[in-house]
């Protein structure tokens, strides 16, 4: 018996020895393991933020060159103030100035007869899917039915850096009624040239979403009814913010009950920021035509903007808020 039992503890410590070495090497392993985890964790967080980081930036240029762009447009404002009478446009045409009319009447109308030369680009997402195609080193005449949503693609157009101008009361109360206008008429369709032009990508994007949600807003083509902004003043409602861009003598003789004035023209974007942009702002102008290029800059710049369709118009139009006969308030 004596003879077995350091047999026995030799073998126990053995084991132990065994033992002892196994459960560290396990020990280690697990260690191991644990930090290798961790490391590829650590990795992949530092992956991730760079990739947010990334997009954040790409998202914050890209607000910026929008941004940029919006703010430029009245920083910039040529004297015509991107608008030509049709007599003017006419003499163009005789002279034979370098030019591109683009006429953004539905292809129906267009059809029927329109300026010698105008290449047809129907209001809405047409003109986003036509950026690239439309020159940037012509001037660029665009008509429309009144005026009115010509007067937004101007702006949108010089935005994506094209040399625009807007011709003033369109087809039907401009070029139509001018003196001799069959002379400059035709029926032939005309295409826009082989050249592509570079746009940002951005504004691209910015400009197509506008589209996207003029031929889809409650208010086709941005236009807001009289009879609806009527309403909303006899309410006193307060849900929405009414901008007079007349100038000020024309808004001390009358305005329209709580609307402010921030008159149209250079430098005008510098104001713009008084606006709230948690409720939608109903633009008005005279007719229509140089409020709807305010609310276009306006959209770009992130507010919910309409045009007062008819602008404060006239009892002898028949037109726009005066037409209507509407109150009108001198406080």
């Not at 009115?148 to 094209?162: C, E, I, N, P, R």
């Not at 510098?270 to 276009?296: F, I």
């Amino acid at each position: 018996m004596k003879k077995i039992l350091p047999v026995i503890l030799t073998a126990a410590l053995l084991g132990s020895t065994i033992t002892g070495c196994a459960t560290k090497t396990v020990s280690e392993t697990t260690a191991a393991q644990t930090a290798a985890t961790t490391t590829a964790a650590e990795t992949e967080a530092e992956a991730e933020s760079e990739t947010s980081e990334t997009v954040a930036e790409t998202e914050a240029s890209s607000t910026d060159s929008v941004t940029e762009a919006a703010m430029s447009y009245f920083a910039d404002f040529p004297e015509d103030k991107h608008m030509i009478n049709v007599a003017d446009l006419f003499a163009k045409m005789d002279a034979g100035e370098d030019m591109l009319i683009i006429d953004i009447r539905q292809a129906d109308a267009y059809a029927e007869g329109h300026l010698k030369g105008a290449v047809n680009i129907p209001y809405g997402p047409a003109i986003a899917e036509n950026l690239e195609k439309i020159p940037d080193d012509v001037m660029l005449y665009i008509n429309c039915y009144s005026g009115q949503t010509s007067s937004q693609a101007v702006a949108l157009l010089a935005m994506a850096g094209k040399y625009t101008t807007n011709i003033q009361s369109g087809y039907n109360n401009g070029i139509s009624k001018a003196e001799g206008f069959e002379n400059y008429i035709e029926t032939t369709e005309n295409v826009l040239p082989d050249e592509t032009y570079e746009v940002d990508e951005a504004i691209k994007t910015a400009i197509a979403d506008y589209f996207k949600e003029a031929t889809s807003n409650t208010f086709s083509s941005f236009n807001f009814p009289v009879d609806a902004l009527g309403e909303l003043v006899e309410a006193e409602s307060e849900d929405y913010t009414i901008l007079s861009i007349r100038q000020a003598k024309d808004y001390d003789e009358g305005h329209i009950a709580g609307a402010i004035n921030i008159p149209f023209g250079k430098g005008m974007q510098e104001q713009l920021a008084q606006l709230p942009k948690d409720k939608p702002v109903v633009v008005y102008c005279y007719t229509g035509q140089t409020a709807s290029q305010t609310l276009a800059v306006l959209r770009m710049l992130g507010y919910e903007a309409y045009n007062l369709a008819g602008g404060m118009g006239s009892e002898e139009s028949g037109a726009g808020w005066l037409g209507k006969g509407l109150p009108t308030v001198t406080e």
